[in-house]
């Protein structure tokens, strides 16, 4: 969650490997927790072929 609190709207993303969906879906509940504590809004975008998740904060 350290790496979260870094992210700059509009800055660079993190990137996260994956192994399987099951990791995304954990993921991605757990930014939405960290979203719903911090008041932020830090979205996920996925590129399946090299099974990465990238997260980013919004403008």
């Not at 969906?21 to 979205?43: F, G, L, P």
Request: net charge neutral; proline share 2%.
């Amino acid at each position: 969650m350290d790496a979260l609190d870094k992210l700059e709207p509009g800055g660079q993303a993190v990137e996260v490997s994956y192994s399987d969906e099951k990791s995304v879906n954990s993921m991605r509940t757990a930014v939405y927790q960290y979203n719903q504590e911090n008041n932020v809004k830090i979205k996920s975008g996925k590129d399946t072929g090299n099974k990465n998740i990238y997260f980013y904060r919004e403008k």
